[in-house]
């Protein structure tokens, strides 16, 4: 039997375990990226692991996330990683360079390695038949000390893409439908790779808009083959050097097929306020737009960008619609001011953000109150664009062009325009000096640590009893931008105490308040939640702040793939009801008890959950390999390196 391309890829890195759907196994990592809102913490990790050099092919620091500084703490972290990357030998793209994803891509993935990256949308990079994976700062840290990065080993599912997209239907409307077909939950320990006739016409950077929104669906990652269009793309990127053709077997099998004709894709949008819910742009009815965003780590190609370009090219921004920009690399935007696109959405009246992710994370470019904002991103969550009221829907390029001209929802076919055929161009401007690469003299570099930047806390050992209230009860999909709020509270992110203070901060003000009260009576604060716990952002704070403030474990329906691992990591259980309706019959506040934990973690057994309110006890289970056992019993993932 043949193989597909994931497990060719994962078979040729496998250093632990085997090739067995669903069981624990190691694979050894060759790049590394880490961007500057989870990197700073990644990086004090790697300090306190005492290595002179990372051990990795290439690692790579961008500064792309907190680039707004308001206040000295986020030019500080900035600082520190540039001093942290000379001493570790680890390349930095400094800010103004661009998004990690686009630039990662750009510059540095190459076909048949493994990456794994502190940010969930690193899977961008399957796009060039790479295994990139998204991960907690922690893991990451440990793969730039050398050592394997752990997963379930994911069973594979096939997107097969036949026909042809039609003129204004673009790949954000392909991983729409995907979406649609897939939602946001169930899909945990699966890898998507794309294949079939459509695949192959589909350029890298469109790949990379699937792959990069593939995160939306919880998969591990998304993986296209590296053919003809991956060799084409690296060339431009003066890199043909790192193509090497690879592509899964004619008789490789996979645990399911689906297939999607493109030709019968309309232009989608994922409506408020997950990225599971789509509909057509058509049936959006000509709502009202009062903002567009155009950029983010998900559509910012050359093409992308130039696209809306030429649609705008001689009008003018609608009176009512706030046009934002942000080019996803100085790359992009390097060439599109060559070629006069850049003036053209200048003088149709695009206001020009940085290369960062800027709107996307909800640091700036706040909408109107209940407003309606059309952003070309991936995430659409309750509150992540800084507005509690607003609407924001994810569309395509095309889409978002057509809303600037018409202050509607529009679908784009309606403009009566011709669609516009952007070619890449066949030369382009590529110019790494914004890339610090270490240099020989990198090991005697001192250190920057502005006094915001704090050591990572850590925990204590797994307690035998562990007993308090449910402090919180949550309903299904609570994302960790639920959790720990990005936007204008990351500039905490060095400093735990502070962010700590944000927990559960858009859902229940008074979370925190009440966790520290808890924790000073000696007790154990635990955490009740539904369905798909931990969605979204790979952010370890959504694991390090809960356990800064004491929380000790977490009972939820189901859990997502990162912030299960963060969780682990950082000596919190991730504890899932046996029976799900179990959830029902608990309310906020009850105490609970969950006996005898030390030996039923060891022996791998059930545990029970004794409700001392209500009288009652329940079952739940806690799934850990031996290797995720022995972190919890130390309390944390530091704790056994120690
Ligand atoms: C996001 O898109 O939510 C982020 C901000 O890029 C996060 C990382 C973070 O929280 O710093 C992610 O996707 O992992
Ligand atoms: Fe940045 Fe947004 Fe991409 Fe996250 S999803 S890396 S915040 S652009």
Known sequence: MGKNLVEKIIAGHLVYGNLVPGDEIGISIDQTLTQDATGTMAYLQLEAMDIPKVKTEISVSYIDHNTIQIGFENADDHRYLQSVAQKFGVVLSRAGNGICHQVHLERFGKPGKT?????????????????????????????????????????????????????????????????????????????????????????????????????????????????????????????????????????????????????????????????????????????????????????????????????????????????????????????????????????????????????????????????????????????????????VYLVSPETAAAAVITGRFTDPRDLGIEYPHVTNPAKLIIDDRMIIRPDAAFASTPVFRGPNIGAPPQNSSLPDIIYGPATIKLGDMITTDHIIPAGARMKYRSNISKYSEFVFENVDASFAKRAVQIKETGKHNIIIAGLSYGQGSSREHAALCPMYLGVRAVIAKSFERIHAANLINFGILPLTFSTPGDYDKIDQQDELEIIAVRKEISDGDDLIVLNKTKGTSFQVTCQLSARQKQIVLAGGALNVRN
């Open 115 to 391: 990456l794994i990256g502190s940010d969930s949308h690193t899977p961008t990079c399957g796009a060039l038949g790479m295994i990139a994976i998204g991960a907690g700062g922690l893991d990451v840290a440990q793969a730039m000390a050398g050592e394997a990065f752990y997963l379930a080993c994911p069973k594979v599912v096939k997107i097969n893409l036949t026909g042809k997209l039609k003129p204004w239907v673009s790949a954000k409307d392909i991983i729409l439908k995907v979406l649609e077909i897939f939602t946001t939950k169930g899909n945990v320990s699966t890898i998507f790779e794309y294949g079939g006739e459509g695949a192959n016409i589909l350029t890298v950077p469109e790949r990379a808009t699937i792959t990069n929104m593939g995160a939306e669906c919880g998969v591990t990652t998304s993986i296209f083959p590296s053919d003809e269009m991956t060799r084409l793309f690296l060339t431009s990127q003066k890199r043909e050097h790192d193509f090497t053709p690879l592509c899964a077997d004619k008789d490789a099998e996979y645990a399911r097929t689906v297939d999607i004709d493109l030709s019968e894709i309309q232009p989608m949008t994922a409506k408020p306020h997950s990225p599971e819910n789509i509909g057509t742009v058509k049936s959006m009815k000509e709502i009202i737009v009062d903002q567009v965003c155009l950029g983010s780590c998900t559509n910012s190609s050359y093409k992308d960008l130039a696209t809306v370009a030429m649609v705008l090219k001689g009008k003018v921004v609608h009176p009512n619609v706030s046009f934002i920009l942000a080019p996803g690399s100085r790359q992009v935007l390097d060439n599109l001011a060559r070629d006069g696109y850049l003036a053209d959405l200048i003088s149709a009246g695009a206001r020009l953000m940085e290369n960062a992710c800027g709107f996307c994370i909800g640091n700036s470019q706040s909408p109107k109150s209940g407003a309606v904002s059309l952003r070309t991103s991936n995430r659409n969550f309750l509150g992540r664009s800084g507005t509690m009221d607003a609407d």
